[in-house]
């Protein structure tokens, strides 16, 4: 059996890797059009700010130990350039020597990733993607010749990790992004912290803006204004690479990746797309997606091995887990955001809390914020996103593996997740996602979200925020009146009978308050993550003044 492999990295070094376990027969070529085939490019912007300090720390494999472990033949520097399906041949062009030749296969496996996303602008020319090592090196060795100023073009997972590492470097960093805020997989009351925290550190944000032109110093954005850029970065995302497949014949998605059956087979029975370039199944509604993650590739590298070798293979959906550090915070995601839903035309509920990281009264405890979506008629999660200093990570991974493993919201409450004061709650912020969510299933409290506040104020609504006098003052929703939660049974007569709208900090004494006033014969509903929550979100942000 030969097997060709095109393109190198997660999903082909994968698929080589692990077919080579599986039969040690097999003649096995990669071709690498770049000269390094293992690397770890989730390291890249670390590098760029020196946290990773050694080139070699991200160079995983070589193609000499790739041979001496595995008897790999991988040929870098080498682009494939044709596929020929009717006579199962690859043509191969060798970069340094410049010299064309055929290989024949059995099968083909392409995995040629994505590309970068760049806009065709004046003086674009002069911005610096990065998706390789020849990337980084030359982003690094521009870097080292000290800018003072640097641009990022596109705040999303990449740009604000190249935003955080230039800042290390001491280049004064903006962030230029298109859409109204960072971190696009968020909802807006999620990113807004995020927003934060980057200007906290010194980085200057530009959102709702774009770059219209890229002079030889400046940036100029379509606002009108001119920001300083000795050092022009574009990280506004990736496409995949669909170059070869296309001039094969090979049916290209909905989402413009390369169309795969479930064994990440193409429309030829004998050729198979992994990684980037090859599109998904979305795990919520079976519709195809583009998630370019790393595990995903190298989840569909081992797919296609066992399939080509014979073995039985699981199908597999994707929920786009994806985790990112900012700063001293860090974002993580999984499954659908509220954007998605709504746009969908889909159902669903909402809840946001405010734990800490570990027990309150164990020293050290970090606040974090977390959302998860969930469906009404079912309770499916459809989604969480969380942002935090400590203890984040493994929340949502085990969110995650909840809607993998198809366990409702309310059935979050029922896990029995490892407990001690330095490391959790006994009620741990997953089980207390789980409580909440069986409370509104049940209809035992309704409540209401930071963006539906504009509407109930409109229909007349009360507004009750039940903190203390002294939180109070800190700041508190418009119109609204003060009876902390300790005093409203004796003073429930001071409200009226039409819909109140009840507040604290986080949604947890809101709650306590709204079930006591409707005890009480009222009509009553807590908004959902309480002031923190709304704080967050732009219906309050719009209410700022400018400075």
């Known amino acids: 059996m030969k097997v060709v492999i095109i393109g190198g990295v997660a999903?082909?070094?994968?698929?080589?890797?692990?077919?080579?376990r599986l039969d040690n027969e097999a003649e096995i070529i990669v071709l690498e059009r770049s000269g390094h085939v293992s690397y770890a490019n989730c390291g890249l912007p670390y590098f760029v700010g020196g946290v990773i300090e050694e080139e070699d720390s991200l160079l995983l494999q070589t193609p000499a130990s790739l041979f001496n472990r595995f008897r790999l033949d991988v040929r870098v520097d080498t682009e494939a350039v044709a596929i020929d399906t009717s006579t199962n041949t690859v043509t191969a062009r060798d970069l340094v020597k410049d010299k064309t030749y055929e290989i024949s296969f059995d099968f083909l496996v392409l995995s040629p990733g994505a590309s970068p996303v760049v806009p065709s602008i004046p003086g674009i020319e002069r911005a610096m993607p990065l998706r390789t090592v020849e990337d980084v090196e030359r982003l690094v060795s521009e870097v080292e010749s000290a800018p003072k100023t640097a641009v990022v073009i596109g705040a999303g997972f990449i740009g604000v990790e190249l935003a955080e590492n230039l800042m290390r470097r001491g280049i004064a960093t903006t962030l230029v992004e298109a859409t109204n805020q960072v971190l696009a997989p968020l909802d807006p009351e999620m990113a807004s912290p995020v927003a934060d925290e980057l200007r906290r550190h010194g980085v200057t944000l530009h959102l709702g803006d774009?770059?219209?032109?890229?002079?030889?110093?400046?940036?100029?954005?379509?606002?009108?204004?001119?920001?300083?850029a000795e050092l022009v970065i574009v990280?506004?995302?990736?496409?995949?690479?669909?170059?070869?497949?296309?001039?094969?014949?090979?049916?290209?998605?909905?989402?413009?990746?390369?169309?795969?059956?479930?064994?990440n087979r193409t429309s030829v029975e004998n050729v198979y797309a992994v990684g980037d370039a090859a599109e998904k199944t979305d795990a919520l509604d079976g519709s195809a997606t583009?998630?370019?993650?790393?595990?995903?590739?190298?989840?569909?590298?081992?797919?296609?091995?066992?399939?080509?070798?014979?073995?039985?293979?699981?199908?597999?959906?994707?929920?786009?887990?994806?985790?990112?550090?900012?700063?001293?915070l860090t974002i993580a995601t999984t499954g659908w955001n509220e954007k998605r839903l709504i746009a969908q035309g889909r159902s669903y509920f909402a809840v946001h809390t405010h734990p800490t990281s570990h027990a309150g009264y164990y020293p050290g405890a970090k606040s974090m914020c977390l959302k998860m979506l969930f469906e009404p008629s079912t309770g499916k999660i459809l989604g969480a996103?969380?942002?935090?200093?400590?203890?984040?990570?493994?929340?949502?991974?085990?969110?995650?593996?909840?809607?993998?493993?198809?366990?409702t919201a309310p059935e979050l409450a029922d896990l029995e997740l490892a407990y001690a004061p330095p490391f959790g709650s006994a009620k741990d912020p997953v089980n207390m996602l789980g409580y909440i969510a069986e409370n509104v299933l049940s209809g035992l409290v309704e409540t209401v979200q930071w963006h539906e506040v504009d509407g109930y104020r409109a229909q007349g609504a009360q507004f009750v925020d039940v903190r203390t006098p002294e939180e109070f003052a800190r700041g508190t929703l418009p119109g609204a009146i003060n009876i902390p939660v300790d005093e409203l049974r004796e003073r429930a007569g001071e409200l009226g009978h039409g819909d109140i709208v009840v507040n604290c900090q986080v949604g947890q004494r809101g709650h306590v308050a709204t079930m006591l006033l409707n005890e009480l014969g009222l009509h009553a509903k807590n908004l959902d993550g309480g002031y923190r929550t709304w704080h967050c979100s732009p219906a309050s942000i719009e209410l700022e003044p400018v400075s």
Do not use: C, Y
């Open 11 to 20: 999903g082909g070094m994968s698929a080589a890797t692990r077919l080579r």
């Open 235 to 263: 990280a506004i995302g990736v496409r995949p690479e669909t170059g070869l497949a296309r001039l094969a014949n090979l049916a290209i998605g909905e989402r413009g990746g390369i169309a795969v059956d479930q064994f």
């Open 290 to 328: 583009l998630v370019p993650l790393a595990n995903i590739a190298n989840r569909h590298g081992r797919v296609v091995a066992d399939h080509i070798a014979g073995r039985i293979v699981r199908p597999r959906t994707t929920i786009g887990t994806a985790i990112v550090k900012v700063f001293d």
């Open 210 to 228: 774009s770059v219209e032109a890229i002079t030889p110093t400046h940036v100029r954005l379509a606002s009108g204004q001119f920001v300083p």
């Open 385 to 407: 996103q969380g942002v935090g200093k400590e203890g984040l990570d493994k929340r949502i991974d085990v969110i995650a593996t909840a809607i993998r493993a198809g366990l």
